[in-house]
């Protein structure tokens, strides 16, 4: 797993508005040297934090100067974890004097300050919600512009490790246009680097890439070690899912090569954690090994958790690699254990599935399948929705939420028009009134009311329309994730239980296919697959993009042989032919698990939920024992549905066990698949 310190700006004040006073007295040369300690005060936190107090002393009783300086220091006082210092710098904000016209950004500084606490501390979802309620109720044309950007762009930072993918993005975004707004080549690489680390968490790998060449240019306009660093780490990120690995090792090496110049111990360690995860995904384990180790070291030396974290779950993996199962399981869970404590939810699944991957390859099936689960349950968790959500489908949701902002727009817009309308008609009744015997009036009326109902049935079809187009997928057409839920919805509110078959499917080595061919390749798979599906399928069977590279299939059909045969027919109509993408031939196959309700032999029916968690169980297990295969439920031995939840939770071992009986179905074999 590698992971990116975003040198979050600090909590302070810079770049007044014109109507903001300032002190005539102001001292430029005080100025400039805050804003070289914002720049690179967190590679040397402690000494950084002294300076600034020594600045803070020199500065004017009530300035913009001092504010600046005080709540720089609180937020290094934050990364140093000193609780005492740290709350005593946010004493000094408190008291801030009544009369200073810098009084009115105290309460934004104080917010920030905190939520840097929070931030250091590793109780991510605490500042998420301090900030996201502090800003959302934030007079932001009174604040502070610079304030106004570090805030939004810390949140910004907070959601994507929290697993507020798509809120991240959007925060982002604000934060880039406010840093353009303020003219500072290396706020903007700063924003830049963050907004990039959020695409690429929302799967979004083209544009994560773009974003951070954009930082990349933007730095080298006003460079210093410290944001060099920062944009090659970020660079070496976002291209980690090339399919040529040369650029993401050389751009790791050159943070590395900052992180030195800059003589930055937190910065080194974070450096050698992600060169340790680049050196796992080429399977060098004992070279992976020792760059962990060092690492770590350094880690705990600087009082970095994060960091520390990552480099133990590297450690922990890179043991697996040198078949130290024991070992390695037991770094990887304490990292895990960790992140939990610190609710960097989004850092803990992908620590879980990374897991599942690596003990696949050493062979421990039981092993990877239930760390494969975990990791599924633990994102359920961390993005609180009705049904499971994943990472892979944070840009499907932001783009449903776009399309819904439409629909309100539009739906104000046709409130408008009704209005409008309204008004027209007592218009016109007030005209017949007064001119009843004038037969031209009955005319003009009658045509009047021929047009409102036309204007009504064209907006009633064109809200109709867009309700439709937000419940459809737009690349393959099939129902999405928010119209499985609608139907969900309107079955539990009739008190109708789980009734029928239910599938999950996922393209095998997707990820390989688009760094191979492409996204557009990508995509012409998505969309033959969807059309695939449908071949197979009858009219009364829904069948969705489940989000990413997965769909979810629900057929009517309960028994238990009917979805053997249909499980069947699936995996041969995906892998039997190639994909053809202009002039290539992509081979695919995919993974399948299914389960038909209620399950035999007790006739139990588990919730929605539950019954999607059994499914992506099996497929899983599908994914495990080689692809290209289905395992189904065909029964749980087990006499209530809270055994029935324990057994799903180690669904290998009950297999072996006798106490699940699964069905095994093998795909088609092609020449090489993708």
């Not at 709350?87 to 300050?113: C, D, G, I, Y």
């Not at 007079?139 to 907070?158: E, F, N, S």
């Not at 910065?267 to 690492?295: I, K, P, V, Y």
């Amino acid at each position: 797993m590698s992971m990116v310190l975003t040198l979050m700006p600090l909590a302070g004040c810079g770049d007044r508005r014109e109507d903001v006073p300032v002190a005539a007295t102001q001292d430029r040369a005080l100025r400039s040297e805050l804003e070289q300690q914002e720049r690179i005060g967190l590679a040397h936190p402690q000494a950084h934090a002294q300076a600034l107090a020594q600045l803070e002393a020199s500065s004017p009783f009530g300035s913009a100067e001092r504010l600046e300086a005080i709540s720089q220091r609180a937020a290094l006082l934050a990364q140093l974890r000193d609780r005492p210092g740290h709350e005593a710098a946010v004493e000094s904000l408190k008291a801030w004097p009544e009369a200073s016209p810098m009084r009115r950004q105290v309460p934004l500084a104080l917010m920030l300050a905190r939520a840097q606490w929070l931030k250091a501390n590793g109780e991510l979802g605490a500042g998420v919600r301090l900030l996201g309620s502090g800003l959302g109720e934030l007079d932001v044309h009174g604040a502070d512009p610079v304030l106004l950007w570090r805030a939004t762009l810390l949140l910004g930072y907070l959601q994507s490790d929290y697993g507020e993918v798509d809120a991240s993005v959007e925060n982002g975004l604000k934060a880039l246009e406010q840093a353009r707004a303020l003219g500072s080549a290396w706020r903007t690489a700063t924003t830049e680097t963050t907004l990039a680390f959020a695409y690429f968490r929302s799967q979004q790998f083209d544009q994560a890439q773009r974003i951070a060449q954009e930082a990349l240019v933007a730095a080298q306009q006003d460079p210093d070690p410290v944001l060099m660093y920062q944009v090659h780490t970020m660079r070496g990120i976002v291209h980690s899912v090339d399919e040529d690995q040369r650029l993401t090792q050389q751009a790791r090496e050159q943070a590395l090569q900052y992180a030195r110049e800059a003589q930055a111990p937190g910065l080194q360690a974070l450096a050698l954690g992600n060169l340790a995860d680049f050196e796992l995904r080429r399977d060098h384990f004992a070279r992976a090994l020792t760059l962990a180790e060092q690492s770590m070291a350094l880690a705990r030396d600087a009082h970095d958790i994060s960091t520390e974290i990552l480099a133990r779950h590297n450690i922990g993996i890179a043991k697996i690699g040198l078949r130290r199962l024991d070992e390695g399981k037991r770094d990887v869970l304490q990292a895990i254990t960790m992140d939990a404590q610190r609710e960097a939810g989004s850092n803990a699944a992908d620590s879980w599935l990374e897991l599942g991957t690596y003990l696949e390859k050493v062979d421990d099936i039981a092993g990877a399948v239930d760390a494969y689960h975990r990791g599924r349950q633990f994102q359920d968790t961390v993005l609180r929705d009705v049904t499971r959500k994943t990472v892979l489908e944070a840009q499907a949701r932001f783009e449903d939420q776009q399309r819904q902002l439409e629909i309100r727009l539009l739906n104000q817009d046709n409130h408008l028009k009704a209005e409008q309308i309204r008004n027209r008609d007592l218009q016109l009744k007030l005209w017949a009134e007064v001119g009843g015997c004038v037969l031209v009036s009955g005319a003009l009326l009658a045509l009047a009311y021929r047009r409102i109902r036309r204007t009504n049935a064209a907006l009633a079809q064109t809200n109709e329309s867009l309700r439709v187009q937000s419940e459809r997928d737009p690349l393959t057409g099939l129902a999405n994730r928010r119209h499985f839920q609608q139907i969900v919805a309107h079955r539990v509110e009739r008190g109708e239980g789980l009734r029928g078959s239910l599938f999950l499917i996922d393209i095998d080595h997707f990820k390989r296919i688009n760094d191979q061919w492409g996204h557009a390749a990508g995509d012409s798979v998505l969309i033959e697959v969807a059309r695939r599906l449908r071949s197979v399928l009858r009219e009364q069977d829904l069948v969705v993009r489940w989000g990413g590279e997965e769909f979810l299939i629900l057929v009517k059909s309960e028994d238990t042989e009917d979805a053997r045969q249909l499980g069947q027919r699936l995996l041969d109509q995906i892998g039997d032919m190639p994909v053809d993408h202009g002039p290539l031939r992509i081979p695919i196959s995919a993974s399948i698990g299914f389960a038909s309700f209620p399950i035999a032999p007790r006739d139990l029916t588990p919730s929605w939920e539950r019954a999607i968690d059994l499914a992506d169980t099996a497929m899983y297990m599908a994914k495990a024992h080689g692809r290209n295969k289905a395992y189904g439920i065909a029964a749980m031995r087990c006499e209530d549905l809270e055994a029935l939840q324990a057994l799903a939770g180690r669904l290998e071992s009950a297999w072996h066990q006798g106490q699940v009986e699964l069905v095994s179905l093998l795909g088609p074999t092609q020449g090489e698949r993708a």
